[in-house]
């Protein structure tokens, strides 16, 4: 478990003393503000997403923190973040899936890509790399003694690992369709107490988080007990900090901004809804930032602290992307930061997981964005 990824220094990474290197990012307090004038009915609809849920449950208000923990600081290696979390079996759980993920970035980086696929070594075999991230996680996930179920994306069944304290769904690499092209890919996961991944939602989540291997491998993670969302950087200058996980930057708050990724743009054919937001982030003049990976795409909106990622449905082009293994735990991580999330109706942490191949429809983003999303998509085009 010792592999060490590289990464490359940016115009807007620092060095810290010798030995560290952090990069600049959006910072606690943001001012905030709109950007352009909502519509009346995304004020409509953010009222109306507030005032149809019992106190506790709307999007983003029940994981939001009032206030950070001023315990958690820039700086700090992650077996400090992982003390201060009150269930040491959790922290173990969090603590492996790090692990597991500083290799699988490794593997990542010294994959062999054709135009076919992406393999790296394994003993005496080749494996293509998603399964074989899959497999670095899992064995991490048995080895770890506390994890009494786990299920992959790769295989969406529920295994049995052998402990008695939580249950992780993971997809081990999500984007491995572009990791030949050099694109970021990452890894997402949630950890659930007990011993079952179906009839459970995202909001009884422990932690979640997502590895995003790119020009750096960085972690952000959010736990239950520790408020906001932390981003981790996995450091390799050859110094004494070589190949420790140090904490770059914490997120409270997403504002509004004229950021989008749109992802499923078929959907725009027969989904008026979905065509009707896309034109009006277009005359908004809206930036485009969407990479077609689902981890960048989504970890920007925390980075950025501002922007929308929506995955819209429609009756041709139906929901892909997984609530187990996707959609709850990046709501997870983006509500803890200050964000929403949405079905089009509900926070994505309310979505029943009433199987391992659950799917849906997603929007993540600011409060604005997403009230925007629920108003013109919501769900009536998706049949």
């Not at 910072?27 to 507030?50: C, D, E, T």
């Not at 993971?170 to 984007?175: F, I, R, S």
């Not at 659950?358 to 009536?380: M, P």
Request: hydrophobic fraction near 40%; include cysteine; charged fraction near 20%.
């Amino acid at each position: 478990m010792g592999f060490i990824v590289p990464f490359a220094h940016t115009s807007r990474c620092a060095w810290l003393g010798a030995s560290r290197t952090v990069c600049s990012g959006p910072r606690l307090r943001r001012q905030h503000r709109w950007w352009g004038k909502p519509s009346a009915g995304a004020v409509r609809s953010a009222v109306r997403m507030v005032a149809s849920h019992p106190a506790g449950t709307v999007a983003g208000q029940s994981l939001k923190a009032s206030a950070p923990d001023e315990r958690v600081r820039d700086g700090m290696r992650l077996h400090e973040f992982l003390a201060l979390m009150s269930d040491p079996k959790l922290a173990v759980a969090v603590d492996s899936m790090f692990m597991a993920c500083k290799v699988v970035g490794y593997e990542v980086r010294t994959a062999s890509c054709s135009k076919e696929e992406c393999v790296n070594a394994f003993g005496d075999q080749q494996l293509a790399i998603d399964l074989l991230a899959d497999k670095t996680i899992g064995d991490a996930m048995k080895a770890s003694g506390v994890i009494a179920v786990g299920s992959s994306e790769e295989q969406p069944v529920e295994n049995q690992y052998g402990g008695d304290a939580f249950s992780v769904a993971w997809d081990p690499l999500d984007g491995s369709s572009i990791v030949d092209t050099n694109f970021s890919v990452g890894t997402i996961y949630g950890i659930w107490p007990g011993q079952r991944l179906t009839g459970i939602t995202g909001r009884q989540m422990a932690a979640a988080g997502m590895a995003v291997y790119g020009p750096r491998t960085s972690m952000t993670v959010a736990v239950d007990g520790i408020p906001g969302t932390h981003e981790f950087l996995l450091i390799d200058n050859f110094s004494g900090q070589h190949g420790m996980w140090i904490l770059v930057q914490s997120f409270y708050t997403i504002d509004e901004g004229k950021l989008f990724a749109p992802g499923n743009l078929r959907a725009t054919r027969d989904n008026p809804g979905y065509n009707e937001l896309f034109d009006y982030w277009l005359r908004n003049k809206y930036q485009l930032r969407y990479t077609g990976g689902m981890v960048p795409d989504c970890n920007q909106i925390l980075i950025k602290g501002k922007g929308v990622f929506a995955n819209p449905a429609s009756p041709s082009a139906p929901a892909k992307l997984r609530v187990l293994y996707e959609v709850a735990p990046i709501a997870y991580l983006i509500e803890k930061g200050g964000g929403a999330s949405s079905d089009g109706e509900v926070s994505a942490l309310d979505i029943p997981i009433d199987a391992t191949d659950k799917r849906s429809q997603v929007c993540y983003g600011s409060f604005g964005e997403v009230a925007r999303f629920n108003e013109l998509v919501g769900k009536k085009y998706m049949n």
